[in-house]
């Protein structure tokens, strides 16, 4: 990664912050860091952390010193990070003092380099590092979308392909609106990562960090917009559904762009933030981890019209076909488009595409066909264009924005000795839009259920919990003995789901 202007950084929790020249002098001791543990080009490192100004030093460093770096969500399980860790043949890894001491033990017992970035930066001006040229084909970022409890699936972007996300998101929204933006999505996904943080950060505008979905902020979320005189920030939509019943708008003007994606936008909560905010622009964003997240949406002409529910709008920097076929028939015929108004499955064609799955061939082969990815979502083009997403072909469950992986589920559950079958669903609720459902043969009912949730409990990331719990004396399958999460789904909702709050009351 080579030179760029940099922005400030500004925590909201604290209030540190560091101008340009000061992330310098940090950049260079955490450079001299690495130097010293002997990291080298091609070095995978682990960031154990998130949501700080030292998370952005410590990526920066390993990238100027060639290293690929892999984010992970800070509420995973010591059994996930084992298991990302493994999968990304990581050699180092960098914690902080939230760091569990469990998890520290586990990158330690897989013989990782473990640096803590709060010893990182203490001490005085350290002699820089020798900054390596690497070119724009090295990998920089691994981002896993799924898999952290079973086969793990990241997503490798190289520099090239983040510099062409950046530039083409400057040529198609400029960079006025972003000098002065909130970070308060995960830091772990694309997203938060390279949209909301990195694009206006590396291009030199100040970037104000918050703890993500911190209910008590989201709650004040007016007046942190006013303190920090913030410009822009991005968002998911089940943010809203706690900010605009709780948190009074901003008062001093500053606010001039919204962008809500990584879930459906309904054309009320459009209206409803747009009244909050003060603002007309107030984007509809649709974005993508192997796309570099941000590829289309609505533009400032586009957020004044008529809101619809599913409106995306043009693309930005990509090109953007809905077609009739699927990869799994066949090589796709991406010349052959449906017409206007009629739905098919959505392809792009973008030069930020991400390099391919880590070390799983076979899936980059299943979605990527001459430089086309199959985005796995139905929609339609109007006759101006524009698209509109009717659905997703995909069994992620999207709960408020965050993708949750119902095989992540099945796996860990499957391993507990009570259980003789399990299929994770999604499940309509109120706050989040979706959330997770799971259906189970038990070998002697509901007796051990309370056993079983301690052990997801000790396994899974909090948001991966079941919150409906049903059992089941088998789980439905195909004529080929496949199993449908829908087909389940619908057949759990016709019966009652366990009381799970009384039976743990009982069990406790």
């Known amino acids: 990664m080579s030179r760029c202007t940099l922005g400030s950084l500004i925590e909201v929790?604290?209030?540190?912050?560091?101008?340009?020249?000061?992330?310098?002098?940090?950049?260079?001791?955490?450079?001299?860091?690495?130097?010293?543990?002997?990291?080298?080009p091609g070095d995978r490192v682990l960031i154990a952390f998130g949501n700080r100004a030292a998370f952005f030093v410590e990526l920066l460093a390993a990238w100027?010193?060639?290293?690929?770096?892999?984010?992970?969500?800070t509420r995973s399980t010591p059994f996930e990070v084992e298991t990302l860790a493994r999968a990304a043949q990581a050699r180092f890894a960098v914690v902080d003092a939230h760091t569990g001491a469990d998890k520290r033990e586990v990158l330690n017992d897989l013989g990782l380099t473990v640096l803590d970035t709060d010893s990182s930066c203490q001490g005085g001006e350290a002699i820089d590092a020798h900054e390596r040229g690497l070119p724009l084909e090295a990998d920089a970022l691994i981002l896993f979308t799924s898999g952290s409890t079973g086969e793990p699936k990241g997503v490798v972007h190289?520099?090239?392909?983040?510099?062409?996300?950046?530039?083409?998101?400057?040529?198609h929204l400029g960079l006025v609106p972003y000098r002065r933006t909130l970070c308060a999505l995960p830091t772990h996904f694309g997203h938060g990562l390279i949209c909301n943080c990195l694009f206006p950060w590396l291009a030199g505008q100040d970037l104000v960090i918050a703890p993500p979905f911190r209910p008590e902020l989201l709650m004040r979320l007016g007046d942190v917009i006013d303190q920090h005189r913030i410009t822009f920030l991005s968002s998911v939509p089940s943010m809203w559904k706690l900010a605009l019943r709780t948190s009074s708008p901003p008062k001093r003007g500053t606010l001039e762009r919204i962008h809500v994606g990584s879930a459906p936008l309904s054309a009320k909560v459009w209206d409803d933030i747009r009244a909050w905010s003060g603002t007309h622009e107030v984007y509809n964003a649709y974005g993508i981890t192997e796309t570099g997240s941000w590829i289309a949406g609505t533009t400032g002409e586009d957020a004044d019209a008529e809101t619809r529910d599913g409106h995306i709008g043009e693309p930005w920097g990509a090109e953007i076909r809905v077609i009739p076929t699927r990869a799994g028939a066949g090589t796709?015929?991406?010349?052959?488009?449906?017409?206007?108004?009629t739905p098919g499955h959505v392809w792009l064609r973008t030069p930020a595409l991400m390099r391919g799955y880590f070390g799983r061939d076979d899936l980059t082969a299943a979605v990527v066909h001459d430089g086309w990815f199959a985005t796995g979502d139905i929609g339609f083009k109007d006759e101006r264009g524009r698209l509109h997403l009717c659905g997703r072909e995909r069994e992620e469950i999207n709960k408020g924005g965050m993708k949750i992986y119902p095989g992540d589920v099945d796996a860990v559950a499957e391993?507990?000795?009570?259980?003789?079958?399990?299929?994770t669903f999604a499940v309509e609720d109120a706050n989040y839009g979706q959330n997770v459902g799971i259906a189970l043969v038990m070998e002697r009912g509901e007796a051990e259920l309370a056993d079983l949730y301690a052990w997801l409990?000790?396994?899974?990331a909090e948001p991966k919990l079941p919150v409906r719990w049903y059992l089941v004396d088998e789980i439905p399958r195909t004529s080929r003995g496949k199993i449908n999460r829908e087909t389940v789904r619908a057949t759990c909702e016709l019966g009652e789901p366990v009381n799970l709050a009384a039976l743990l009351r009982r069990a406790s």
């Open 13 to 40: 929790e604290g209030g540190l912050e560091w101008d340009p020249d000061e992330i310098e002098r940090q950049l260079a001791r955490r450079r001299a860091h690495f130097a010293a543990a002997d990291l080298q």
């Open 64 to 73: 100027r010193l060639g290293a690929c770096v892999i984010p992970v969500d």
């Open 158 to 171: 190289t520099h090239r392909s983040l510099l062409a996300k950046w530039t083409t998101l400057k040529r």
């Open 332 to 341: 796709p015929n991406t010349e052959e488009e449906c017409a206007p108004g």
């Open 415 to 423: 391993r507990h000795a009570s259980v003789r079958e399990v299929c």
């Open 457 to 460: 409990k000790q396994h899974l």
